[in-house]
């Protein structure tokens, strides 16, 4: 086998344990700081967007800083260094005594994560242009089945071993996606150490298209963005569809697969077609599909009305990170790769972060409906931006 597929498919396997991993604290957090001493309910709910934004905030500021060093000491070590940091950090989680340490954990696991990053770099940059694309799509569905797959083994596992054996358990399955990375990814180049002494405007002026570069920055912001500003008022959207209350947590996740399945199925062809007609193509359709489907979503009256479009929106979706991250290889000399993917993922995760909060602060003061509407004109703002910066544009390959 050619060592760029070996390469990807121990990256999905790694990506695919650590998202799982990773997924699997969403519904235990709760319930974990209730466990740690914290009893009223509204107390709760603000410990519990604390503590999980606390990470995406660190992921966002130290995200270029370990593209950094992926770029300068190769980044196979960089996801080995990610992995076991992740597999120490998780498994301390487990033995905090109050929430004030499973923040101050939480925020180290973001400032010294950068797997994500580390990853996506390797696969783009050992893999041949004309295949770029569809390995995105690969990696990203092992990314998306792994966060679909983690919630429901996470509750589960809760439930039979307890929340800090949960925490223990999720290290251990970082550690086994970095003894799999030690033992199988052969990274075939590694820049040397003398060749990266770059600061940031000098990464800036190496990158030879800087509107393109920016486009594809705003619009892993917005993209998460818009898609995060609806997780938080899923549920209570299907309570208000749903004449079966016995059985809205079981409706939710069924609705919250939903999208997530589609997106295991398309994004390996989505990844191939981008290849075949170009990753602008595909990221154009894609966010005009997407925003044209957040629409009906405000005027759904059942449940299994907004599963069905939750699946289609899936399959959208899964072509607007995988191509923005082929792009972004396209117009990114590899001595900078990293960095730029860095960029990218602060972008990302600065969109995850205002999206949760912005989608229920809009949802309270104006209506869940308006959340929809608003997703749904931003997505379509982009494309038009994506259009004319970069549909239009003539970029260097």
Same mark, same amino acid.
């Given at each position: 086998?050619?060592?760029?597929?070996?390469?990807?498919?121990?990256?999905?396997?790694?990506?695919?344990?650590?998202?799982?991993?990773?997924?699997?604290?969403?519904?235990?957090?709760?319930?974990?700081?209730?466990?740690?001493?914290?009893?009223?309910?509204?107390?709760?709910?603000?410990?519990?967007?604390?503590?999980?934004?606390?990470?995406?905030?660190?992921?966002?500021?130290?995200?270029?800083?370990?593209?950094?060093?992926?770029?300068?000491?190769?980044?196979?070590?960089?996801?080995?260094?990610?992995?076991?940091?992740?597999?120490?950090?998780?498994?301390?989680?487990?033995?905090?005594?109050?929430?004030?340490?499973?923040?101050?954990?939480?925020?180290?696991?973001?400032?010294?994560?950068?797997?994500?990053?580390?990853?996506?770099?390797?696969?783009?940059?050992?893999?041949?242009?004309?295949?770029?694309?569809?390995?995105?799509?690969?990696?990203?569905? $092992?990314?998306?089945?792994?966060? +679909?797959?983690?919630?429901?083994?996470? !509750?589960? %596992?809760?439930?039979?071993?307890? &929340?800090? =054996?949960?925490?223990?358990?999720?290290?251990?399955?970082?550690?086994?996606?970095?003894?799999?990375?030690?033992?199988?990814?052969?990274?075939?180049?590694?820049?040397?150490?003398?060749?990266?002494?770059?600061?940031?405007?000098?990464?800036?002026?190496?990158?030879?298209?800087?509107?393109?570069?920016?486009?594809?920055?705003?619009?892993?912001?917005?993209?998460?963005?818009?898609?995060?500003?609806?997780?938080?008022?899923?549920?209570?959207?299907?309570?208000?569809?749903?004449?079966?209350?016995?059985?809205?947590?079981?409706?939710?996740?069924?609705?919250?697969?939903?999208?997530?399945?589609?997106?295991?199925?398309?994004?390996?062809?989505?990844?191939?077609?981008?290849?075949?007609? $170009?990753?602008?193509?595909?990221? +154009?359709?894609?966010?005009?599909?997407? !925003?044209? %489907?957040?629409?009906?979503?405000? &005027?759904? =009256?059942?449940?299994?009305?907004?599963?069905?479009?939750?699946?289609?929106?899936?399959?959208?979706?899964?072509?607007?990170?995988?191509?923005?991250?082929?792009?972004?290889?396209?117009?990114?000399?590899?001595?900078?790769?990293?960095?730029?993917?860095?960029?990218?993922?602060?972008?990302?995760?600065?969109?995850?972060?205002?999206?949760?909060?912005?989608?229920?602060?809009?949802?309270?003061?104006?209506?869940?409906?308006?959340?929809?509407?608003?997703?749904?004109?931003?997505?379509?703002?982009?494309?038009?931006?994506?259009?004319?910066?970069?549909?239009?544009?003539?970029?260097?390959?």
């Amino acid at each position: 086998m050619e060592i760029w597929k070996k390469n990807l498919y121990v990256c999905w396997f790694a990506v695919f344990i650590v998202s799982s991993g990773m997924s699997q604290m969403a519904p235990s957090l709760p319930l974990y700081i209730e466990h740690l001493g914290v009893h009223d309910i509204a107390s709760i709910a603000k410990w519990s967007g604390i503590v999980f934004g606390s990470n995406f905030i660190s992921l966002a500021i130290f995200a270029p800083i370990w593209g950094k060093y992926a770029d300068k000491y190769g980044r196979k070590s960089m996801i080995l260094r990610a992995s076991l940091w992740l597999s120490i950090i998780v498994t301390c989680m487990g033995f905090v005594d109050n929430v004030y340490q499973l923040t101050g954990l939480r925020i180290l696991q973001g400032a010294l994560s950068g797997f994500q990053p580390a990853v996506i770099t390797l696969v783009a940059t050992q893999t041949p242009n004309e295949r770029v694309g569809w390995s995105l799509g690969i990696l990203f569905s $092992g990314q998306v089945g792994g966060t +679909l797959l983690g919630p429901l083994f996470g !509750g589960y %596992l809760s439930e039979i071993i307890g &929340f800090r =054996e949960t925490f223990i358990s999720i290290g251990f399955m970082c550690f086994v996606a970095f003894i799999a990375s030690f033992l199988f990814i052969k990274e075939s180049k590694v820049i040397t150490t003398n060749q990266i002494s770059l600061n940031f405007h000098e990464v800036w002026e190496r990158l030879p298209n800087h509107k393109m570069m920016m486009c594809l920055f705003i619009t892993t912001l917005v993209m998460q963005l818009a898609l995060m500003s609806i997780q938080p008022i899923i549920t209570v959207y299907i309570t208000h569809l749903s004449t079966d209350t016995n059985h809205i947590a079981l409706i939710s996740g069924a609705v919250f697969a939903a999208s997530g399945l589609a997106s295991i199925l398309s994004a390996p062809r989505l990844g191939k077609i981008s290849d075949q007609i $170009g990753p602008q193509k595909v990221l +154009l359709v894609a966010l005009i599909v997407a !925003g044209v %489907l957040f629409f009906p979503q405000a &005027f759904v =009256e059942h449940s299994w009305e907004l599963g069905i479009l939750r699946f289609l929106l899936g399959l959208a979706t899964a072509g607007l990170l995988p191509s923005v991250n082929s792009l972004i290889k396209q117009c990114t000399p590899d001595l900078i790769t990293g960095r730029a993917y860095g960029y990218n993922q602060s972008a990302q995760f600065l969109g995850v972060f205002l999206g949760s909060v912005l989608g229920g602060q809009m949802a309270g003061t104006f209506g869940i409906h308006y959340v929809f509407f608003f997703t749904g004109t931003l997505l379509l703002m982009n494309a038009f931006l994506v259009y004319h910066t970069i549909y239009k544009e003539k970029f260097i390959v």
